[in-house]
């Protein structure tokens, strides 16, 4: 049975930075692709970034390239998004998702999800 479980959310000052963590276990996830997507109040799920875990292929978001990070370590087994010059907008929940398509930006693209976790960035 695969488990997301996201980490590391918080409140944050404009400017600041926050690392979420995904610690995934369950299966071998080298044929996988996993994204990261973010959910505000009243607004859809939108895509964050995707990264290949077998060779660490990367695609973010416009509204984030250049400001957030994500990385993988295959020896805890842990997808990450290290997001720097958080902005006010960036205020959502965070959620981390597992699925066997790369690239993927689509939610439906994506078969198993963690539960979520908060950040708020006040300005």
């Known amino acids: 049975q695969v488990q997301l479980v996201e980490s590391g959310g918080g409140l944050v000052q404009a400017g600041g930075s926050l690392r979420l963590s995904c610690a995934a276990s369950?299966?071998?996830?080298?044929?996988?692709?996993m994204g990261w997507f973010r959910q505000a109040p009243g607004k859809e799920r939108e895509f964050v970034a995707t990264?290949?875990?077998?060779?660490?292929?990367?695609i973010y978001a416009d509204s984030v390239k250049g400001r957030f990070i994500i990385f993988r370590d295959s020896d805890k087994i842990a997808v990450y998004l290290q997001m720097n010059s958080l902005k006010p907008e960036d205020t959502a929940v965070y959620y981390c998702?597992?699925?066997?398509?790369?690239?993927?930006?689509?939610?439906?693209?994506?078969?198993?999800w963690g539960q979520g976790t908060q950040v708020t960035v006040s300005s």
């Open positions: 998702a597992a699925g066997h398509l790369y690239p993927a930006a689509l939610a439906g693209q994506y078969e198993y």
């Open positions: 990264i290949r875990w077998s060779g660490g292929d990367t």
């Open positions: 369950g299966r071998t996830f080298s044929s996988y692709g």
